[in-house]
């Protein structure tokens, strides 16, 4: 018997279903919501990011002597306004940061798709924002490794010097603890980033990092529901390091679950999870990843936090 793809009931429903990303600049935000992008794709998937929100551009901050982390640098009042509006699927015009310039291109109308992802600074800051998110994440790598992907992508990327990299990142520091890193206490999950302990080299060399995905409780159950690890293509198959943990913690006050991941995993593992949330979920096709033959904690933490999405946009839609 064919099974109905509910894909096809999100395309026709009229819920806009929000995703907020928070955590520093240059923290893998993008990251970690990619599986999103690829199982629904970009007819289904639309991007804000909060840098667009900034309240001065570059010059401006220097000549205020703020930085992009202070929220008195950011117009958090529109994107609430925004935000509430585009979660009735009403379009906006929005503005538009230029990362090359630092400066501000002509704004843009924007119309939210039925899956609408919010990534920046302060994307979990204010009750306001926090309200019209379905489901949040913050991505939080130590600071060693957050500081080395920022260098990278700002020389690579934004055209910067290493020594401005550097200058900002002192500068931004103390903002990040005021200001950024207490919206954990927010956040449906928490991905917490750190070199492997099977090598700091594996970071540069294939990606691999220590990956903690703390998940606060579903609220909502489904009888008969898992994720099974094939133990067959764990132990005869896979030929790398590759080490998973399950414990508690505790993240401002309330209790979590913290899986912890780290190394690489064969792709036959990986391919088996995907087809068990197909036949979960009912979404399908889910191929994230093609043609590797290994897969990273990384990757493996963005399949469990996609399943954990989809599952709460089905609880949305039957009203569990």
């Known amino acids: 018997m064919h099974q109905p793809n509910f894909k096809d009931t999100i395309a026709a429903s009229p819920h806009i279903f929000t995703i907020g990303?928070?955590?520093?600049?240059?923290?893998?935000?993008?990251?970690?919501?990619?599986?999103?992008?690829?199982?629904?794709?970009?007819?289904?998937?639309?991007?804000?990011?909060?840098?667009?929100?900034?309240?001065?551009?570059?010059?401006g901050r220097k000549e205020h002597g703020i930085t992009a982390l202070d929220p008195r640098a950011?117009?958090?009042?529109?994107?609430?306004?925004?935000?509430?509006?585009?979660?009735?699927?009403?379009?906006?015009?929005?503005?538009?940061?230029?990362?090359?310039?630092?400066?501000?291109?002509?704004?843009?109308?924007?119309?939210?798709?039925?899956?609408?992802?919010?990534?920046?600074?302060?994307?979990?800051?204010?009750?306001?924002?926090r309200y019209n998110l379905d489901f949040s994440l913050f991505v939080d790598p130590v600071k060693e490794v957050k500081y080395d992907w920022k260098i990278r992508r700002d020389m690579n990327k934004r055209g910067y010097s290493e020594n401005d990299v550097l200058r900002e990142i002192t500068e931004?520091?103390?903002?990040y603890e005021t200001y950024i890193a207490p919206q954990k206490e927010f956040a449906d999950a928490v991905i917490g980033i750190d070199y492997s302990e099977y090598g700091k080299h594996l970071g540069l060399e294939r990606n691999v990092?220590?990956?903690?995905?703390?998940?606060?409780?579903?609220?909502?159950?489904?009888?008969?529901?898992?994720?099974?690890?094939?133990?067959?293509?764990?132990?005869?198959?896979?030929?790398?390091d590759f080490s998973l943990k399950f414990g508690t913690s505790e993240h401002?006050?309330?209790?979590m679950g913290e899986l912890i991941i780290d190394g690489e995993l064969s792709e036959h593992v990986v391919k088996k999870l995907e087809n068990?949330?197909?036949?979960?979920?009912?979404?399908h096709p889910i191929s994230i990843f093609k043609n590797r033959t290994y897969l990273t904690?990384?990757?493996?933490?963005?399949?469990?936090?996609?399943?954990?999405?989809?599952?709460?946009r089905i609880f949305m839609e039957t009203g569990r």
């Open 276 to 283: 068990s949330i197909e036949h979960q979920t009912r979404v």
């Open 172 to 175: 931004r520091e103390p903002d």
């Open 209 to 240: 990092y220590r990956i903690t995905l703390s998940q606060s409780r579903m609220k909502q159950n489904i009888e008969n529901i898992d994720l099974s690890l094939d133990l067959y293509s764990i132990l005869s198959l896979s030929q790398r």
């Open 297 to 312: 904690a990384g990757d493996f933490a963005q399949l469990i936090l996609c399943w954990r999405i989809i599952l709460r």
């Open 74 to 129: 950011n117009r958090l009042d529109r994107i609430e306004k925004d935000l509430a509006l585009l979660k009735r699927g009403v379009p906006i015009e929005k503005p538009v940061y230029n990362h090359s310039t630092g400066t501000f291109d002509p704004p843009v109308i924007f119309r939210p798709r039925k899956i609408l992802i919010l990534e920046g600074l302060h994307t979990l800051f204010t009750p306001a924002l």
């Open 21 to 59: 990303v928070a955590g520093d600049s240059g923290s893998g935000k993008t990251t970690f919501t990619q599986g999103v992008r690829s199982i629904f794709g970009d007819d289904m998937v639309s991007t804000i990011t909060l840098d667009d929100y900034h309240r001065f551009d570059r010059d």
């Open 252 to 255: 401002e006050g309330h209790k």
